[in-house]
């Protein structure tokens, strides 16, 4: 039997290099935003909404990297390597497909997207061009986060690590030079900013798949069977299914930003910033939430139920540990680390009171997220799902709402409903970790 430090020792492990490619994409997110700031409150704003709107498509659309998790990590335990082309080429050709038509629709839509996003005239004249451009490269983002899902569930999670830190400081570069017009290129703007991430994300993808032939699927001889799999393909839908409508009820985010809009353009751009520094932390969490996924997934095919347990828990206590940290440094350093994003010191003193308390609630967020990803990875999508609907549209929206439609509250007291948010996420998700039904799922 693993012993605790063990077993601590084997989650930090799989969790690091998973934080370093996540950092790397929240820092670029920091920096984005940080640049776009320089525009002014308004291109903030816009370009706040519409990788909003990007990042909930990503996830929809991207689920499919739960199902291909959760599939790779069982026939890790269960020693099927030959198993890893099939997977990855039924994965691909289907996060293809999907991320192909999502891109076409989305950007097809985007007048309408925006106009139902913000009311405000400005907001949306600067946003469309911002959110064309992105969608246009929506589904390289898909097919990366598919490939994303076979790393981690193989557990070769420095292959993301690597290609998110290449591609990221490509990101940061590009930003640079098309959004403020460097190296003899025009001065883009909120365009600039979208090209940028467009261009990167493709680069991203042929990386991706260079080092996951290279380094996993080329040594492996396959064995009868050919590449492609319909019951591959319905697994994966099978498990990412519930993935994906759980992240549409992440558009009631948008709703909450919405409400925050109402308030004012300088409330709604802080709230923004609040979000994207938030991003860092909640990445932690989930890096660790990846490395438990894969850990409990991997002793499950070993039929080992009870260290799959195990795992579950030790990475519940560790995601929460980190996250609590930076959630203290959002505390005692709020002004500094919204200063960061913009030079209005009006705007910064708005999300004070907001961002310190988020940081307070921190240490339990990190029990919901880590045990929500250890769950979908072990197949139970649907009842993280149902979970996620709930605490959003009958505790976030409807307080939210109360707050700034009804009562006409400051900021603040509209933060409240995310942070109860997350208590009532958090024990939903403990009690069915303890409730164990999940070691039953087949795989």
């Known amino acids: 039997m693993k012993n605790a430090p063990e077993m601590n020792r084997e989650i930090v492990r799989l969790a690091l290099p998973v934080i370093a490619g996540m950092i790397s994409h929240t820092t670029l997110n920091m920096v984005d935003t940080a640049m776009v700031g320089r525009l002014g409150d308004v291109a903030l704003a816009s370009v706040g909404l519409g990788s909003f709107f990007i990042l909930v498509a990503v996830l929809v659309f991207g689920a499919l990297n739960i199902g291909t998790q959760a599939l790779t990590s069982r026939r890790l335990g269960e020693n099927r390597p030959e198993e890893y082309p099939r997977i990855v080429a039924n994965s691909l050709l289907l996060a293809f497909v999907v991320g192909l038509a999502a891109s076409a629709a989305g950007y097809f ?11 405000e005239p400005g907001v949306v004249a600067t946003g469309i061009p911002y959110l064309e451009i992105r969608f246009l490269g929506l589904f390289t983002m898909v ?61 991203g993808l042929v990386l991706y798949l260079i080092l996951v032939h290279r380094h996993i699927l080329a040594g492996i001889a396959r064995r009868g069977a050919g590449l492609l799999s319909s019951e591959i393909v319905r697994t994966i839908v099978r498990i990412s299914a519930p993935r994906a409508a759980q992240s549409v009820s992440i558009v009631g985010f948008l709703v909450f930003l919405s409400f925050i809009g109402r308030i004012g353009v300088k409330e709604l751009a802080i709230s923004n910033i ?24 991997r002793s499950l095919g070993e039929g080992e139920k009870s260290l799959a347990s195990r795992y579950g828990w030790r990475s519940a206590v560790i995601g929460s540990v980190l996250m609590g940290i930076t959630g203290a440094l959002f505390m005692f350093f709020p002004r500094q680390i919204m200063g960061v994003f913009t030079d209005s010191a009006e705007t910064v003193e708005l999300g004070v009171t907001a961002f310190r308390l988020l940081g307070a609630f921190q240490l339990i967020d990190g029990v919901g997220i880590v045990l929500s990803r250890t769950l ?11 979970c996620e609907m709930i605490c959003i549209w009958l505790v976030l929206i409807p307080f939210s709402y109360l707050a700034v439609v009804h009562y006409g509250s400051d900021m603040t007291i509209a933060w409240m409903g995310l942070y109860l948010y997350m208590i009532v996420f958090s024990l939903m998700m403990a009690w069915k970790f303890r409730e ?4 039953k799922n087949r795989i």
Do not use: C, H
């Not at 986060?145 to 993301?160: C, M, N, P």
């Not at 164990?436 to 070691?439: E, L, Q």
């Open 274 to 297: 609040i979000f994207k520094a938030f991003n860092l932390s909640f990445m932690i969490g989930m890096s660790v939430g990846v490395a438990s996924a894969t850990l409990v997934g």
């Open 109 to 119: 839509l985007t007048p309408r997207i925006f106009s139902l996003l913000s009311g």
């Open 143 to 203: 097919m990366i986060f598919t490939l994303r899902g076979f790393v981690f569930g193989v557990a070769r999670v420095r292959i993301d690590m690597t290609v998110s830190i290449i591609v990221n400081l490509l990101n940061i570069l590009l930003n640079w030079i098309l959004i403020f017009g460097k190296l003899g290129f025009p001065r883009m703007e909120v365009r600039g900013a979208a090209l940028a991430s467009v261009i990167s994300t493709v680069v």
């Open 376 to 386: 979908q990875g072990a197949g139970s999508t649907m009842y993280v799902m149902i």
């Open 436 to 439: 164990g039904g999940w070691k």
